[in-house]
């Protein structure tokens, strides 16, 4: 079945290196999602990685994939008071009819000053 | 250009009471799919719209409908309301066929069963 799996807190001070993990379940998905949504707002597409990639970087953040494992993680470089957020990773499995996106219950980052 | 929108904001209701919700989708996509987040949870998907049609649904009983109209805003609509009904409901957009399949969020409408 599908799930994706996250651990649900990580605290983390100012300008340290935050990663945060992911594992999932459909190999079939051909696209990995992260998402940060902030308090009381909806989903901000961070960034998404190919399923025939290791790794992508955009700016301060890495995306690494171990299709293998089926794990994924995002790490954020120099970690600032405004990326407390819960995160989300989402895989998109393949499916003829349609792209829902299968989210996992998210993981709160915490930054202290 | 405006990102996704969706209205109202805030929204309350009793038990058994039917509910519309709505959305418009960022310019330039076609494709409209409704998520209800729970508090505390991820968001779960409820199905997606393209051309008009529903083309993908989850898990989630009949009293669950949408539309998409001809300029690809869509309604969810929730019938015989449920406490259990009470979440965030978001609507995504995005194009197809996409590469990334990437998906663009509305801030959400908070729904309140009472």
């Known amino acids: 079945g599908e799930d994706v799996e996250q651990s649900l807190f990580l605290s983390v001070r100012e300008g340290d290196s935050s990663v945060i993990n992911c594992t999932y379940t459909d190999s079939s998905s051909t696209y990995l999602y992260w998402y940060k949504q902030e308090p009381g707002a909806g989903l901000q597409l961070l960034t998404y990685i190919f399923s025939n990639m290791d790794m992508k970087q955009d700016q301060r953040l890495t995306v690494l994939l171990n299709k293998k494992d089926k794990h994924l993680s995002l790490r954020i470089a120099d970690t600032q008071t405004g990326d407390s957020a819960i995160y989300f990773c989402a895989e998109s499995p393949l499916n003829q009819a349609g792209t829902a996106l299968i989210f996992g219950k998210g993981t709160t980052l915490s930054v202290s000053s | 250009d405006a990102g996704v929108t969706q209205s109202p904001t805030h929204l309350i209701k009793t038990r058994g009471q039917q509910v519309t919700l709505r959305c418009s989708p960022k310019?330039?996509?076609?494709?409209v799919s409704w998520y209800q987040q729970a508090l505390g949870q991820g968001p779960q998907f409820i199905f997606q719209y393209y051309e008009e049609e529903e083309r993908q649904r989850g898990n989630f009983p009949d009293r669950f409908s949408g539309h998409q109209f001809p300029n690809y805003s869509s309604e969810l609509n929730v019938n015989a309301l449920l406490l259990g009904d009470s979440a965030l409901y978001l609507c995504?957009?995005?194009?197809?066929?996409?590469?990334?399949?990437?998906?663009?969020f509305g801030p959400g409408t908070r729904l309140t069963v009472l």
């Open positions: 995504a957009s995005s194009f197809y066929p996409s590469g990334g399949n990437e998906q663009f």
């Open positions: 310019s330039g996509h076609d494709t």
